[in-house]
């Protein structure tokens, strides 16, 4: 991108996308990084409030859906900005409020923002970027995310390290920031739209079903890592902050590498190859947390989860191979949804399952790692309307 001129770096759409995507994780890496030890230390939180925040946190995605209404009265970029500017607000506000009930509150309000920009994120992907080239752009815009990510828990562990261990101050600044710049992004970037106009409602296919099978199994394999992978390394591991920023900051540099050629071998592999691998990497990252005993095993077991996350942008481009191009922005709204059903219910659940022992809640994540690996041989090796999965009649197709 360094050969294009200022008005090209205004009216591209990946130049567009890698900064929302920037920001967003600018935002909510931070909010991530602290929270675990604030809530710990701050507000004193075992394994059930942990669950019930990050519940709390998934309500506003399993809304998601709601989505698609905004969109009867505001551009879907116009939204991006919004949802990130909410979602600023909550991360600043998390710092002032150190009891279950502020963490609730603050929570909910960053989550809002959060789910409803990748939402817009997701449509907006799917829409401005060209099917042939959709899995490597999508990889760039996800390591821009991780440079976001790297930048945030770097300055966290450097202002840690430094002595300035306010979380208050902290989660402030990482909130100002995240604000700050989504306003220049508003003035800075031009209109973007796709060149198909959208349905504004709700839509549910029946050809589609394997897509939301897909997604609603990952909502709940990654909410158990999500919610509770974190949270053993503080509690059982004795992580602190600087700890859980160092780990971070190796998997965002990770992800600032790899996801791209993580794009470009979903291009190679195919979508069908690529979420077979991906659930045969968790399976064993979830039975690695569930037996291990070492404190840096359980810290590569994170990292590796957060590097293959990347490959899960192979369940939206085989979604952008098989919709209706009217289809991406209401399916996605709906999709964020089916995602969020078990991830509302997953971590309070789970949690009270980790006080009898952590370990089980990592013996079912492998197990609903293993129901989406079986639904993985259902995607077709070609996907395209009409040939949404490898069953015609019931019975898989000989050439797949």
Known sequence: MLHLSRAELRTTPIVFLRSLAFINYLGYAGWAALLYNFTVERANFQWFETGLTQSIREIPGFLAFTAIFWLLVVREQ??????????GLGVALTGQFPTLTGVLITTFI????????????????LQLLPKAEAPRLIGTI?????????????????????????????????????MLLT????????????????????VLRRRY?????????????????VAFGGFLLVKKFGYDVADMATLMLVTTAANT????????????IGERHTITL????????FAGYATTTSATLAGLLFVIDGVFFTLTLAQRTYFQKIADPADVAATTSVAFTINHVAAVVVPVAFGALGM????????????VASVSLSCSFLVPRRPAPGHETALVGGRALAAE
Not at 161 to 170: C, K, V
Not at 356 to 367: M, Q
């Open 142 to 178: 996800t390591a821009a995310g991780a440079a976001a990510q790297f930048t945030s828990y770097g300055g966290l562990a450097i202002a840690w390290w430094a002595g300035g261990r306010a979380y208050e101050q902290l989660f402030l600044a990482v909130g100002v920031a995240c």
């Open 356 to 367: 009898i022992d952590p370990a089980i809640i990592f013996w079912l994540g492998a197990c």
């Open 209 to 225: 079903w394997l897509y939301y099978t897909l997604t609603f199994m990952t909502g709940a394999r990654r909410q158990l890592f």
């Open 110 to 125: 960053m989550s809002v923002g959060f789910h409803y920009f990748e939402t817009m994120n997701v449509s907006l992907q």
């Open 183 to 202: 306003g220049l992004a508003a003035l800075w970037f031009r209109r973007f739209e796709g060149p198909v106009p959208q349905r504004k409602r709700i």
């Open 78 to 87: 116009v939204l991006a900005y919004v949802a990130l500017a909410i979602m």
């Open 257 to 268: 590498v790899l996801a791209p050629r993580l794009g470009r071998l979903v291009m190679r």
């Open 278 to 285: 991906e659930n045969l990497v968790l399976i064993v990252v």
